[in-house]
């Protein structure tokens, strides 16, 4: 069956980046879109942008423009999601999803927790 | 790009209906048919409800249906039960390549 699988919670100090992965299972990792979703305890969710796994192409949302990178390893269908310049606003739960005309297929999640 | 405006809870008893509303802008909601909903349990990842405004995944109760008018889409639950008890969000694509407009989400309380 289609599945992501996230890697385990992070506990990161102010200014430090953090490094998410997400590995497909179930598909040819090649052919659909991987966005990143997060959410911080308590609030609604918010996007962070996508990257074509097939061509490495990438977007962003504007709040994340310059902090943020996604990349990937087709070799073993992973995508990866870095954050930047972390601040205590950025303490959430963080979420690839598979995007086929909607967020279908969603990743358990990432706690990232920034704090000195 | 804004959040999509949602009511913060609807509530209702067991087999009755809710609906929720979800209001964008013409650059969002009101100029695609790429609205979708998720509901999310505590603590668990989101799960597709609805998308392309009123389609149903596979595996999802005919109970929930989807809608939209101008920039407002809806959500409806019909003969409402305790599992449906949840948060939920619409989403809809916003043009050059965003995908995700999220609405602030709705507490549904099952009474």
């Known amino acids: 069956q289609v599945q992501l699988v996230q890697s385990g919670a992070e506990v990161k100090k102010p200014g430090a980046s953090v490094k998410v992965s997400c590995k497909a299972s179930?598909?040819?990792?090649?052919?659909?879109?991987i966005n990143w979703v997060r959410q911080a305890t308590g609030q609604g969710l918010e996007w962070m942008g996508w990257m074509n796994p097939n061509s490495g192409n990438t977007g962003y949302a504007q709040k994340f423009q310059g902090r943020v990178t996604m990349t990937r390893n087709t070799s073993i269908s992973t995508a990866y999601m870095e954050l930047s310049s972390l601040r205590s606003e950025d303490t959430a739960v963080y979420y690839c999803?598979?995007?086929?005309?909607?967020?279908?297929?969603w990743g358990q999640g990432t706690m990232v927790t920034v704090s000195s | 790009q804004s959040a999509l405006t949602q009511p913060r809870s609807v509530s209702g008893s067991p087999g009755q209906s809710v609906t929720i509303s979800c209001t964008g802008t013409s650059s969002d909601v009101g100029g695609y048919n790429y609205v979708s909903w998720y509901q999310q349990h505590p603590g668990k990842a989101p799960k597709l409800m609805i998308y392309d405004v009123s389609k149903r995944p596979s595996g999802v109760p005919d109970r929930f249906s989807g809608s939209k008018s101008g920039n407002t889409a809806s959500l409806t639950i019909s003969g409402l039960q305790a599992e449906d008890e949840a948060d939920y969000y619409c989403?809809?694509?916003?043009?050059?390549?965003?995908?995700?407009?999220f609405g602030t989400g709705t507490k549904v309380t099952v009474l």
């Open positions: 179930g598909y040819t990792f090649t052919s659909y879109d």
């Open positions: 999803a598979l995007y086929r005309g909607a967020f279908d297929i």
């Open positions: 989403c809809s694509y916003a043009g050059s390549y965003t995908f995700g407009v």
